[in-house]
């Protein structure tokens, strides 16, 4: 009874994880919406531009919005704006609610560069011969790894491991391939035994 409650006490915090950040950008985008939208609503109603197109301060909006984000994100790529950005952020922004949250989320999700979680290994954790699925999450240098290695069935938890990188095998499985198979609890590991038995033939 206790694993069954432990289950989905796990599974829903590892829902509110992956939902929560998603939401509160999603709230963030509103509010700057709405806050745009009142005025582009007078704008295009003193223009008569809402008796031509009704949805027109809408589409202003978004214009707007996505043009502001782009000379923004320009701006904080030069010495001048990146100054400026760590220094609102450590004295203002880091003071905001929730702001290293959003501000990790939307990293992740516009880093297409970033390496972490891009390589699948095979870590004997206790040096026992029993191995484990883990992720790739950073190369500290030319000998080390950081491994995240996660729990079934849900994979948003985990421990992270430092190891050497003789004590890993490396795979070359897609790590949604090899996050199906610890949702999975096991199911479909063929391809990851197939590199385990390998490395032991070698």
Known sequence: MHRI???????????????????????????????????????AKSLHIVE????GAAYITMVLIVV???????????RIGKFLYHYLEKYLLSKIPLYSVLSETVSTIADRDQKAFSKVV????????IY?????????????????????????????????RDAVIETDLKPEDAVRTVVGMGAGSTEILGY???AKKG
């Not at 992956?18 to 509160?24: E, M, N, Q, S, W």
């Open 5 to 43: 409650r432990d289950f989905f006490i796990t599974a829903i915090v590892g829902g509110m994880i992956v939902v929560l950040p998603i939401a509160l950008i999603a709230f963030a985008f509103r509010w700057l919406f709405s806050l745009i939208y009142s005025v582009t609503a007078s704008l």
């Open 52 to 55: 031509a197109y009704p949805d």
């Open 68 to 78: 502001a984000m782009f000379f923004i994100g320009l701006a904080v790529k030069t």
């Open 122 to 129: 095979l870590v004997d954790v206790y040096g026992s011969g």
């Open 132 to 164: 484990m699925t883990g992720f790739v999450t950073d190369e500290t240098n030319s000998e080390w790894y950081s491994i995240f290695v996660p729990t079934a069935p849900n994979p948003t938890n985990g421990f992270v491991l430092s190891t050497r």
């Open 196 to 198: 385990l038995a390998n």
